[in-house]
């Protein structure tokens, strides 16, 4: 059944239930139309992004028509983050959810990009690295791995390799 038919894909919870049922039953992972064994996923998605990191910020204001910046501040206006708060932006990639987030927290606050693939961070970084306002985004690259069980709660990534990148 394609998704938009499936009600269930709706439902937060449901969906994801729907793509670990997927994975669990298949060995098999999705990546946009194409479909890996689950453990080539996460390669694929680094040899991608690696790919695309120079133009990503780009291409997503050309392909959005601008759309991008809007809908980005509207989710960060809907996480409602007050001030000192920490921030973890999970799939952070270039970084703008981490910078209007960083505009909420202040400096009392952080805010860490978590982001698979090192050169969709580094392409970030001249938006954030020469402001002293933004001071308290940090950087963590890493391979994160499926928590091993559903019900274990995932309050922080779980993850293979990691490596931080500091601001230098
Ligand atoms: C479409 S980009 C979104 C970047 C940014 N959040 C934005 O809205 O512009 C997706 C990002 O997720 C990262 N990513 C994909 N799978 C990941 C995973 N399993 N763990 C961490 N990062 C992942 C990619 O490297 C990429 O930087």
Known sequence: MAFWQNPRWFDDSKRQEQIDDYIHATGKARFGIREYAEEKK??????????????YDFMNSLLSFGIQHAWKRAAVRMLDIHAGERVLDVCGGTGD????????????????IFDINRAMIQAGR???????DLGHIGYVQATPRRSPSRTTPLTVPWWGSVSAMSRT
């Open 126 to 132: 001249h938006k954030i690295d020469p402001f002293a």
């Open 42 to 55: 996460a390669e694929a998605v680094r040899i991608h992004f690696d790919r695309v990191a120079p133009k």
């Open 97 to 112: 959810l981490a910078i209007l987030a960083a505009r909420r927290t202040g400096p009392s606050g952080q805010v860490v």
